[in-house]
């Protein structure tokens, strides 16, 4: 709410002096009320294999250090397709959801700012980043010393008396004090951008670790080999770094296209090359008879692993960040691959801290020199339709699925 100030101070003078009648006191800020809550919650419980029911469970108490956020919003990740399909992480039953953000509507008195130290109130807008409960050295500074591998995270936890532990909900419960949460007020993003924070923290953290090889650089011909979400967010980033020189390879000639949308320059469908020389044969064509530079492996393919090798100019380097889970093995020829090329290889496997607050000024900078991240999101369904929304993801017939609350 906005306060006139000097007028404030004006009328307190004019009634001390008695030379106006006494005025109404400003009207507190705005802030969710007990009877704004209801007392139970909706939540999507994965209860078996390729089905969730939506179950309604009582609102838990709010304690000095917690926050109860109205979920707004959630993007469906291939983790939530992993898990819808096979639960390769034993957790059914389960609430799934770990890209989602919303509105706090009611916070402990002892919560003050968010993880970065912004200050947070009633009726901001948050995200969840992961919780360390496990690993309580891991803070916002630690820059690429650790990943956030083997964290927790809200929609991948097992299921408890809380009940509201993952954003495919109505709301949720960011548990405070010695459970670990970190999160982030990010009012200043649009829905459709704060959907799209966590899988583009995870490109974020990828293009931080190419840069530590020091090959990538403005002038640098890149390779991103996928164009699923990973992918065409990894050119967006590439693309708002100042980096033109990107050829993007895929087999979906609607991706490819959008990929030119994201800053791509060039595009190579694999479909229209018979064999891994002629496809190579097709990316140095691409950037007018040299190899790549430096390349990108977005799949979860280890035949595009192994492929990708013969992208890239001796000397380059490569980020592999295609295999969020066990996918197989890929077989290279060492000697020929990676030694007699000097190849520089780094892995990339989600986040730090750090990365997630990079995340907000690059969903900004996107915006500002015109790039269309909003359509990555082609699918959006109510909260109801939670099992067509993993379908129509598992089909790959969109981009980015996900689930709004109407």
């Known amino acids: 709410m906005e306060m006139n100030i000097e007028a404030i101070v004006k009328q307190v003078l004019a009634e001390m002096q008695g030379n106006a009648a006494p005025s109404a006191a400003p009207a507190p800020a705005p802030a ?27 609102m838990p108490e709010v304690g000095d250090d917690d926050i109860l956020v109205k979920v707004e919003g959630c993007g469906v990740c291939g983790t939530d397709a992993h898990e819808f399909k096979r639960d390769p992480f034993g957790l059914i039953p389960v609430a799934l959801g770990h890209e989602g953000t919303g509105e706090i509507v009611k916070m402990g008195k002892n919560v003050k700012v968010d993880t970065a130290g912004k200050p947070v109130k009633v009726g901001d807008k948050v995200v969840t980043c992961m919780i360390f409960k496990d690993d309580p050295e891991i803070t916002m500074f630690d820059l690429n010393k650790k990943n956030v591998g083997g964290a927790d995270v809200y ?17 949720i419960l960011i548990r ?38 020091g090959i990538l650089r403005f002038n640098s011909r890149v390779v991103v080999q996928g164009c699923g979400p990973i992918g065409l967010i990894c050119i967006a980033i590439l693309r708002t770094m100042g980096i033109q020189n990107i050829c993007a390879v895929d087999g979906e000639q609607k991706r490819l296209d959008f990929a030119k949308e994201l800053g791509a320059g060039m595009t190579v469908n694999f479909k229209d090359h018979k064999g891994i020389e ?4 097709g990316v140095k064509d691409a950037f007018g008879g040299h190899l790549a530079d430096f390349a990108f492996q977005c799949t979860g393919n280890p035949m595009a692993h192994a492929n990708i090798y013969k992208f890239i100019r001796n000397g380059g380097g490569l980020c592999e960040l295609g295999f969020f889970i066990n996918g197989g093995d890929a077989t290279i020829n060492p000697h020929f691959d990676m030694c007699s090329k000097e190849i520089t290889l780094v892995g990339s496997w989600v986040y730090t801290l750090r990365d997630y607050v990079t995340t907000f000024d690059f969903l900004k900078s996107a915006k500002q020199i015109g790039l269309p991240l909003d359509k990555l999101i082609t699918h959006k369904y109510p909260l109801e339709e939670i099992n067509e929304a993993l379908k129509t993801n598992l089909a790959m017939t969109g981009l980015k699925i996900a689930v709004v609350n109407k």
């Open 278 to 281: 002629a496809l190579a044969g």
């Open 176 to 213: 405070g004090g010695s459970f670990g949460s970190t999160f982030f007020n990010v009012s200043d993003l649009d829905l459709d951008s704060r959907i799209l924070i966590e899988p583009c923290a995870v490109l974020i953290h990828a293009v931080e670790r190419a840069k530590t090889t």
């Open 32 to 58: 969710a009320s007990a009877g704004d809550i209801p007392k139970t919650a909706h939540v999507a419980v994965l209860t078996a294999l390729e089905h969730f029911d939506i179950k309604e469970y009582p």
């Open 155 to 171: 929609g991948l936890l097992p299921d408890d008396d809380v009940h509201l532990n993952g954003w495919f909900s109505d709301y």
